[in-house]
């Protein structure tokens, strides 16, 4: 299990930005090749982008990298410039069906061979923003070994849609939805969509609220604001904790020792999916408070 609780996007263009990228205390970094950047600044943006990989990681986030998607014919040139040591992972945007997934990883084991890097290293990520990706998200989720999660853009998906984005996301429901839904069945983090009214804290929470009960494990964050309040509340809440702690207990103790499939904690039944799902719990926060062990130390 690994923690994506919030993954904060920096414009590659910006070199102060990126070299702020370390205060951050988001789960994931990833630096921008894509919207954020003009077509102009491109070619500058990867060089601020590659000179600054090992650097970004320096606060203890996992430090990744969206890229063009292969329409574009940039997706080359990007790969080409940043993938060296320091690299976690690559989004890919507008990811739009598997094929696309399995050229990308293609590419990325071609260039980890040419520059010794671990075959496998550099993991996909994938934004599912369109109608054709969110049709085609199952296949694109198990596309490839290397994906860790899939993240619903909805921005370019009620633009693809010709739908108006709101607070409240009823023109999402589906999509949203069905990309939680594609994530789970192939084993990967589902990463909800960016907020876009980012000083409206108060939504975003509301959002993130419902988002999480449709199965997001994390969050696209546009502004850093937003960063605390995610990593909150993707964190396991602290009742659950100690709810989960409770039930591991009993049920090894009076469950699996003694031979019995269910047992009884706080006059609820408790069997194996219970078990597992405390279990998981458990292991989420096991992780967060590694992490937080780190940074201090950093």
């Known amino acids: ?61 996992q430090v990744f990298v969206r890229i063009n998607n292969w329409e574009t014919e940039l ?52 934004l599912l923003e369109t109608a054709k990706g969110v049709i085609n998200a199952a296949e694109c989720c198990l596309a490839s070994k290397r994906n860790v999660n899939a993240i619903f853009g909805a921005v370019d998906y009620c633009r693809d849609m010709r739908v108006k984005l709101t607070n409240e996301s009823v023109e999402q429901q589906y999509a949203r939805s069905h990309v939680a839904v594609a994530c789970r069945a192939a084993g990967i983090v589902a990463i909800d969509a960016p907020f876009v009214d980012f000083k409206n804290i108060e939504a975003f929470e509301r959002n993130v609220a419902e988002g999480r009960q449709m199965g997001y494990e994390g969050r696209m964050i546009i502004h850093p604001g937003q960063v605390e309040p995610s990593n909150r509340m993707y964190s396991p809440d602290p009742a659950d904790v100690e709810w989960a702690r409770g039930v591991v207990k009993v049920f090894e103790e009076e469950g699996i020792a003694k031979g019995k499939a269910s047992v009884s904690y706080n006059n609820k039944m408790v069997d194996t999916p219970v078990y597992l799902n405390a279990k998981d719990i458990l292991a989420a926060q096991a992780e967060i408070d590694a992490k937080n062990a780190a940074s201090q130390k950093a």
Request: glycine content about 8%; overall charge negative; proline content about 5%.
């Open 1 to 61: 299990m690994t923690i994506m609780r919030s993954i904060l996007y920096i414009p590659g263009n910006n070199p102060k930005m990126v070299a702020k990228a370390p205060e951050f205390p988001a789960d994931i970094v990833t630096l921008d090749l894509e919207d954020s950047v003009p077509p102009a600044e491109k070619e500058a943006a990867r060089k601020i982008v590659a000179e600054n990989l090992k650097y970004a990681a320096g606060g203890g986030a």
């Open 75 to 126: 997706t080359n040139d990007d790969l080409e410039a940043i993938v060296y040591e320091g690299l976690a992972g690559v989004t890919l945007a507008k990811t739009g069906c598997a094929a696309d997934v399995q050229r990308l990883d293609w590419k990325l084991e071609e260039l980890e061979r040419r520059r010794g890097l671990e075959v496998g290293s550099v993991k996909i990520s994938m």
